[in-house]
């Protein structure tokens, strides 16, 4: 999978993005998300592949294994190369999202790839225990979804950086660990809990980085975006 910094395209019309991507020259690997997918649909999809780039669909699907399957099968028509969902839906669930997916790629495309979502890098350990009354500690939960995830037969999860490693060790080198709360040294965090710099992710082995506000906020977003993937480099 392309290993550019995936640039979180957290804008909310399709008239933003163009305006947004038409200041790159380069091909690009963004994440389209629910603001932008519930406000335009499919139809952005469409628009932004026209412009040559690569898609990561953040829906996070989280449902009885039945729905997600029938989901799955008509975002696989869409043509993105990556999807996620919810690891907290259970082991049925995420097969049956793998299920859909193959089921609905068109014959001749390349499937996308299924990632899920273990503890959100919102989340710190104290709200995870107080809140979902999960009374481990969140490396040991992000660890057991991951595990669960890839018995399930699916290609990564979503964690924060600081659980990439532990991930490594459990489930290979190869399982994708899809890393967001990206920040650049001294920037602010926001809403985010679980943050890191684009160096130390790849020096954890992430294996792609998720990038939004400290791209799409800076002043320069192109300058922004050439800065963390110097400072990422990749980790293919
Ligand atoms: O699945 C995701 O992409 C995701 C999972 C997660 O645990 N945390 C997380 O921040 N994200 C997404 O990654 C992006 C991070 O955006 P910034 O915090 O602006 O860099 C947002 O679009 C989130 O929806």
């Given at each position: ?6 640039i ?14 038409e200041?790159?020259?380069e091909?690009?690997f963004?994440k389209?998300?629910m603001e932008l ?6 139809a952005?999809i469409?628009t932004?592949?026209?412009m ?24 696989a ?5 990556l ?12 097969q049956a ?7 609905g790629?068109?014959v ?6 299924l990632?899920?979502?273990t ?7 104290e709200?995870m225990?107080?809140?979902q ?16 995830a890839?018995?399930?037969g699916?290609?990564?999860v979503v ?7 532990g ?12 890393t967001?709360?990206i920040r650049?040294a001294?920037?602010?965090s ?7 710099t ?6 954890e082995?992430?294996t792609q980085?998720?990038v939004g ?7 320069n977003?192109?300058?922004a ?8 480099g990749g980790?293919?």
């Amino acid at each position: 999978m392309n290993t550019n910094p995936i640039i979180a395209l957290d804008l909310s019309s399709k008239v933003e993005v163009i305006e947004f991507l038409e200041q790159f020259n380069e091909k690009l690997f963004v994440k389209v998300g629910m603001e932008l997918y519930y406000q335009e649909g499919p139809a952005i999809i469409q628009t932004i592949k026209e412009m040559g780039h690569d898609i990561f669909l953040d829906l996070k699907l989280h449902d009885i294994p039945n729905t997600v399957k029938s989901a799955m099968k008509g975002l696989a028509k869409l043509g993105v190369n990556l999807v996620n969902v919810h690891a907290a839906g259970g082991s049925q669930m995420m097969q049956a999202a793998m299920e859909g997916l193959i089921e609905g790629t068109p014959v001749g495309q390349e499937r996308p790839a299924l990632i899920a979502v273990t503890q959100l890098t919102s989340t710190t350990e104290e709200q995870m225990q107080k809140e979902q009354n999960i009374l481990t500690s969140l490396d040991a939960s992000v660890i057991n979804y991951a595990v669960l995830a890839k018995e399930a037969g699916l290609d990564g999860v979503v964690c924060s950086v600081l659980e990439a490693k532990g991930i490594e060790e459990a489930c290979g080198k190869t399982f994708f660990k899809v890393t967001p709360g990206i920040r650049l040294a001294g920037g602010e965090s926001h809403d985010q809990k679980r943050v890191a710099t684009p160096d130390f992710a790849k020096s954890e082995g992430s294996t792609q980085i998720v990038v939004g506000r400290a791209i799409t906020k800076a002043e320069n977003p192109v300058e922004a975006y050439h800065t963390v993937q110097q400072l990422w480099g990749g980790n293919a």
